[in-house]
Each structure stands twice: as C-alpha cells, then as structure tokens.
C-alpha cells in the first residue's frame, strides 16, 4: 500500500471536524468522567492540536487514531469514511466512530 500525504489544508480541515464531534460527543456522555484538555503531536504528522476540548482517556484514544488514520489515508479523492470500501479504522474505533457521528453529524449542521 502506498502512503500518501493529502494537502494540508485538507487534513487540517478534516482534523478539525473530528475534533469537533468527537468533542460533542464527549461534552455530552462523559461529562462525569476525568476529562483533559487534547494535545495532538507526533512527528512526522502534519496535524498539531494544542489545548483541544477536554475529552475523557476513551475519546482521546479515538480522536488520536481517527486523526492518525485520517492523515495515511491513501485514497485521493478521499471518499466519505462511510462510504469507503477499505475501513482503515481498527473495528474498535470504526464502532465508536460510527456513535459519535451518529451523534455529532446532524447536530453540527448548525453552528459551525
Ligand atoms: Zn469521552
């Protein structure tokens, strides 16, 4: 499989959004858990979030590998996660995912 890089931009955008329904999603499961602030960085990954929405341990493990995952997708154009035929999210993560934009997606049409 050849990895490959999309625009920046385009990541960025993408991490953005994840970032945002997984932080709905959290806001409004855990708020009774421990929560702390998200920080994103590794090397050689194009995508840096410093001080995110405070999420619990189980939706920033999600939001690291949905954000790791999103940054090695080698499909240009990238279909919708959806709709696309290879499922690179470990199942674990796909089932969460799938919650969390069941959730967050019709509630973030608004207010963006
Ligand atoms: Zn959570």
Known sequence: ????????????????KLTRFVSMYCDA???NRER???SFQYEKIPVVVRDGPSLCKDCTRLLR?????????????????????EHCYRPKYRDEMEVVMRYAGP??????
């Open 1 to 16: 499989m050849k990895i490959q890089i999309h625009s920046d931009e385009e990541i960025r955008r993408d991490s953005d």
């Open 29 to 31: 499961h855990h708020r």
């Open 36 to 38: 702390k602030p998200f």
């Open 65 to 85: 590998h949905a954000i790791v995952m999103r940054v090695y997708c080698h499909l240009d154009p990238k279909p919708k996660c959806r709709k696309c035929p």
């Open 107 to 112: 509630r973030s049409l608004f207010g963006r």
